[in-house]
């Protein structure tokens, strides 16, 4: 591959999708189609064989420009170990969502908890040997092992709300960049770990801090020395809050190795990007963090409405803060049949750093609403779960819309404002329905 592209970051499923040209000359090393001496090799060879699963013995007949029939259905064929049922949308690096049907669990199993990475994961995770620092301006900076985290501090359970702020990219029009997530970079698992609140406490946070800097153990794409895939922040006040967890297990369970194993912060309620996988350290800043993906335009949003596709001036763009409400039906499955005149409905419901209120539901296409059963956060960072029946007059092609309302009075909107790189999407899902009486 030529260096633009590995850094670009794109998988060869996906540069095949958007541009099957240079797709060829980057994975087959030839300049064109008339070429035909280019093979498999390097690069191209081993992330050909990393995707298919296996080294591939024959490389050396395969046609230039040949697709591998295992893509042919997408990437439907990448298996990921301990995940299930996941929609793997890139493969280099590694990005997969979770079908909303699949998300029908008050609490996400490990195996549905969707992938979003930005790198290549680490692969020495040995727990014993992990160790996190806490420098920065801090009276006692410190080097903690997962046993001093365990030994030093109130190991809590919660349930937290992870969602990537580009979570519903795929609907906007024109297109933004990047992963095309469209329901499923969303999951609420059940995490053990220690307050980070505590964990900065102890050290001492210093008057003058500003903003956390968090670094993780994964490697940028380019396999640099050095250079980091993301490294993200978060000012002091949201830092403080005692949702958020340094996290050493997963429903019970070793995190995933894709979820950040064996040490992580889950910082509910805001963009995913904070959640620092495989941590390795937390700095104290007496500034905004300006690490990898906190500047620029990545995780930020314009300041004022922009018309679609509008350009927008690099200093008008804000750093995303909390996540907006949001719901997902999760059952029934969309484009579901039903037999009867009477679906029971079931889904989840959150709001960054704050409560649901109420959650409506529509089967006439929001002319009419009516309350659906709404239960209580098991903790605070938590989704809320809602229940409701919905009876149909006939027959036919209906579609099932929720709409929440969060404890501020502030609701999901049927359409969004676009803005350049697809965040915040926070529309209505909508399921279709046939109803077959
Ligand atoms: N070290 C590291 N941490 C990371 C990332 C990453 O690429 N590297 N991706 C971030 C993003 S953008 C999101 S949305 C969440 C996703 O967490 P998950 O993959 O466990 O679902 O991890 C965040 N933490
Ligand atoms: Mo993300």
Redesign the pocket.
């Known amino acids: 591959m030529t260096k633009d592209k590995k850094e670009s970051g794109q998988g060869i499923y996906e540069i095949y999708q958007s541009q099957p040209e240079s797709a060829d000359e980057q994975v087959f090393g030839r300049k064109s189609y008339s070429d035909r001496r280019g093979f498999l090799k390097g690069a191209g060879l081993a992330t050909m064989a990393a995707v298919l699963g296996g080294a591939i013995p024959f490389h050396r007949n395969m046609p230039a420009g040949m697709i591998p029939a295992a893509f042919a259905e997408g990437l439907d064929d990448v298996v990921i170990e301990g995940k299930d049922g996941l929609t793997v949308l890139n493969d280099r690096?590694v990005n997969a969502e979770t079908p909303p049907h699949l998300l029908n669990d008050d609490i996400t199993p490990t195996t549905r908890?969707?992938?979003?990475?930005?790198?290549i994961p680490p692969t020495d995770v040995s727990p014993e040997a992990w160790t996190l620092t806490i420098d920065g301006l801090v009276d006692q900076p410190m080097t903690l092992t997962i046993d001093d985290l365990k030994n030093n501090f109130d190991v809590v359970e919660q349930q937290l709300v992870?969602e990537?702020?580009g979570n519903g990219r795929a609907f906007f029009e024109p297109k933004a960049k990047g992963n095309q997530w469209t329901y499923g970079?969303v999951?609420c698992s059940n995490w053990t770990g220690v307050r980070l609140a505590d964990v900065l406490k102890a050290a001492g946070v210093q008057e003058g801090a500003v903003y956390t800097a968090h670094y993780?153990a994964?490697k940028h794409l380019s396999g640099k020395e050095g250079k980091l895939?993301?490294s993200r922040g978060l000012p002091i006040a949201k830092a403080m809050g005692t949702e958020n967890l340094i996290a050493f297990a997963q429903n019970g369970e070793p995190l995933h190795p894709?979820?950040?194993a064996p040490l992580r912060l889950v910082v509910p309620g805001w963009?995913?990007?904070c959640?620092?996988?495989?941590l390795t350290r937390i700095q104290v800043r007496d500034q905004v963090h300006d690490g990898p993906k906190m500047t620029g335009k990545a995780y930020r949003v314009p300041n004022h409405p922009v018309a679609p596709g509008e350009k927008v001036a690099k200093e008008d763009f804000v750093i995303i803060e909390r996540m907006p409400v949001k719901s997902l039906i999760t059952s029934p499955q969309t484009n579901s049949q039903i037999d009867g005149n009477e679906v029971a409905i079931k889904g989840h419901a959150w709001s960054g750093d704050r409560n649901v209120d109420k959650v409506q539901i529509s089967s006439d296409f929001g002319a009419t609403w009516m309350d659906a059963e709404l239960s209580a956060p098991a903790n605070e960072g938590a989704w809320q779960t809602f229940t409701a029946k919905v009876t149909f007059p006939q027959p036919g092609y209906y579609e099932v819309w929720a709409k929440v309302t969060d404890d501020q009075g502030v609701s999901q909107p049927f359409a969004i404002a676009w803005n350049p790189k697809g965040y915040l999407n926070n529309t209505f899902h909508r399921v279709a329905l046939v109803v077959k009486g």
């Open positions: 690096p908890h969707f992938i979003r990475n930005n790198g992870v990537c702020g970079a999951a993780g994964d895939a993301i894709m979820n950040g963009p995913g990007s959640s620092q996988k495989w």
